[in-house]
């Protein structure tokens, strides 16, 4: 079993950039896919980008596309998220799990905080 741990948030002014780290416990992290959801306040969790195990073909929310990017370290066992021209409306908290069929599969853990202001 694969345990995941989010962190890197903050807060940041309108336009300003975050690197999220989602770091893993478990041999068999490599052979997973990995995605990266939000949950705002009062709305349901979203998704926003997620990986291949081989780092290929990493797909993104049209909300997030050109601003955000996501790569993995399979020799660290983490999955960043690179977020750049950051909006007040990324304002959430911002979980990671693995996926199987593009959805996800494992517990949530406690996300990072990311807060935007304007």
């Known amino acids: 079993q694969v345990r995941l741990v989010e962190s890197g948030g903050g807060l940041v002014q309108s336009g300003g950039s975050l690197r999220l780290s989602c770091a893993a416990s478990?041999?068999?992290?490599?052979?997973?896919?990995v995605g990266w959801y939000r949950q705002a306040p009062g709305k349901e969790r979203e998704f926003v980008a997620a990986?291949?195990?081989?780092?290929?073909?990493?797909y993104y929310a049209n909300s997030v596309k050109g601003r955000f990017t996501i790569s993995r370290a399979n020799a660290k066992n983490t999955v960043y998220l690179q977020m750049n021209s950051l909006k007040p409306e990324d304002t959430a908290i911002y979980y990671c799990?693995?996926?199987?069929?593009?959805?996800?599969?494992?517990?949530w853990g406690q996300g990072t905080q990311v807060t935007v202001s304007s």
């Open positions: 799990n693995t996926l199987t069929g593009r959805k996800p599969i494992g517990s």
């Open positions: 478990g041999r068999t992290f490599e052979s997973y896919d």
């Open positions: 990986i291949t195990w081989s780092g290929a073909e990493p």
